[in-house]
């Protein structure tokens, strides 16, 4: 460990320890025992924040981005130490992007009309109180990221937190309010509470002051807000193809998978969860990924053991393979490998439980498929109507449109690593929203405001 990094862990063991002893966790700002204190802090502070000045706003998001990269390093750490997921070198990374490429207040823009009966604006204005439930996958990541955006909106909110990333979030939302307080604004912009439950959730959900839920996980809290009687936005779950025809830069593609399937152990929603090859190229594909990209090519013996360790016996994930690297997944089943393995490879049939499961964890199996045609095919199948992210390598824009039309997904990445589509390595702006069930697709600021039209009539038309 060099002296960096053992200061990181040392800030975080105390940080962590703090938590745990006193069972409590006062002195953080935007912490309560009870949601509806929590709930209530938030109106106050929303109540100041809807009197701020755009720049005031954007001084505290440029606040909270500041202080996001510079406890990039612990959040990492902590997010991977209390969820037991993920690396913490990618976790690092999605931190400097989030900070770097969340978009603010220039996201939200006005429209109007102006002619010989006046002047008509639509301008984006704030739900107010915003209630917003974050996975565990990306704890911190999605805090911040849905912080900016709808404080950006005129908004504050209210985290329910996975519980077992509690301690994360709970960091999280210390540091953004103490970026408010900084920067002359209010305490509370983001509040949550020390013990998230599903009750908690359902007392948020149900608030008479809450008009606004953003879930970000799987499928059952996306339909949970959907069902709530509110307006929602349901960031759900994915279970990304990526399909290779014989036109693709098959020595890139391979390269561009396996960064995209392993970075951060393959928690992201977006990342590459299983490969369709068309037959001419699948044999070479599969050699790239194992002789150039680290890849292990598991027997079926080790597909068999995998299905017995990754699935409970009621088939259910076991969360303790969830975001673990290969190294470790393959120590599970009993082969020892270094940490030059990142990834878990072999060739299946598109039912095959490691294949059609959305498995968040680097094991990529590859269907086999005669054509393109029955690429498609198979890769509509296998994305299980979530619409939400496909990925592509071909140079043929004839495929390219025929499998994006069919796919209808909220992200599609050609001829990259599906973590392009995030602004990283490719161009856009950044979020851990995908609203795909809803249709917002990546959230920003805008979808966390609402549309009020103002008319002047007859006057201030002066064309
Ligand atoms: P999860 O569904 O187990 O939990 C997500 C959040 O929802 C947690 O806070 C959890 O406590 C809460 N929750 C779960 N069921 C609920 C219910 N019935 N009522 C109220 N709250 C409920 O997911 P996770 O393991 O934390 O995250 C992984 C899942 O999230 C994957 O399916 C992944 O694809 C998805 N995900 C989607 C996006 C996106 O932007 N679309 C981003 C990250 C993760």
């Known amino acids: 460990m060099s002296v960096d990094e053992r200061m990181v862990h040392d800030i975080v063991q105390k940080v962590m320890a703090n938590m745990q002893i006193s069972g409590s966790v006062s002195g953080m700002h935007g912490v309560f025992k009870d949601m509806n204190d929590a709930i209530n802090a938030s109106i106050e502070a929303q109540k100041k924040v809807c009197t701020m000045t755009l720049d005031q706003r954007e001084q505290i998001i440029s606040l909270i981005r500041k202080k996001t990269h510079e406890n990039a390093e612990i959040l990492a750490n902590m997010g991977v130490n209390e969820t037991g997921m993920g690396n913490v070198g990618d976790k690092i990374l999605k931190h400097h992007l989030t900070a770097d490429k969340v978009p603010g207040t220039e996201d939200i823009s006005t429209i109007a009309w102006s002619g010989d009966r006046g002047l008509t604006l639509v301008e984006m204005g704030p739900f107010g109180v915003i209630g917003a439930i974050t996975p565990a996958t990306n704890p911190s990541e999605t805090v911040i990221c849905n912080c900016i955006g709808m404080l950006a909106g005129g908004n504050t ?39 998230p439950t599903l009750d908690t959730s359902a007392i948020m959900m149900k608030h008479p002051s809450i008009h606004l839920l953003v879930a970000t996980g799987g499928p059952g809290v996306v339909t949970a807000v959907l069902s709530s009687g509110k307006r929602a936005i ?13 036109t693709a830069d098959i020595r890139k593609a391979a390269q561009d998978i396996v960064n995209g399937c392993t970075f951060d152990n393959n928690l992201p929603c977006i990342a590459e969860k299983e490969i369709v090859a068309v037959d001419s190229v699948a044999d070479e594909l599969m050699n790239y990924m194992i002789s150039e990209n680290g890849c292990y090519l598991a027997s079926k013996e080790i597909q068999d053991k995998l299905v017995q ?36 490879v072999f060739e299946g049939q598109k039912e095959h439980p490691l294949i059609a499961e959305e ?3 680097p094991i990529l199996g590859m269907v086999r498929v005669k054509s393109f045609e029955e690429g498609v095919e198979t890769a509509v199948w296998l994305e299980h109507g979530n619409r939400h992210s496909a990925h592509i390598h ?29 602004g990283f390595g490719g161009e856009g702006y950044c979020t ?24 002047m009539s007859d006057s201030l038309c002066i064309r």
Request: glycine share 8%; with cysteine.
């Open 309 to 344: 360790t990754v699935f409970t016996p009621k088939g259910a994930l076991n969360r303790k393979c969830v975001g673990r690297s290969a190294q470790t997944l393959l120590a599970m089943v009993g082969v020892n490998v270094g940490p030059e393995i990142r990834c878990i």
């Open 359 to 361: 498995l968040m964890m």
């Open 234 to 246: 349901g960031a759900g779950a994915g279970n990304p193809p990526v399909l290779v025809d014989e």
């Open 394 to 422: 071909s140079k043929n824009v004839d495929h390219i449109t025929t499998y994006a039309r069919a796919l209808d997904t909220a992200i599609l990445v050609k001829n990259g690593p599906s973590y392009a589509a995030l």
């Open 432 to 455: 851990f929203t995908i609203a795909s069930r809803t249709g917002e697709g990546l959230t920003a600021a805008h979808s966390f405001t609402k549309s009020r039209r103002c008319t």
């Open 157 to 195: 909110v209210v985290f329910n937190p996975h519980p077992n990333a509690k301690k994360t979030t709970i960091y999280t939302i210390n540091m953004i309010n103490e970026a408010s307080i900084e920067a002359g604004g209010p305490d509370n912009i983001a509040v949550t509470v020390e013990a």
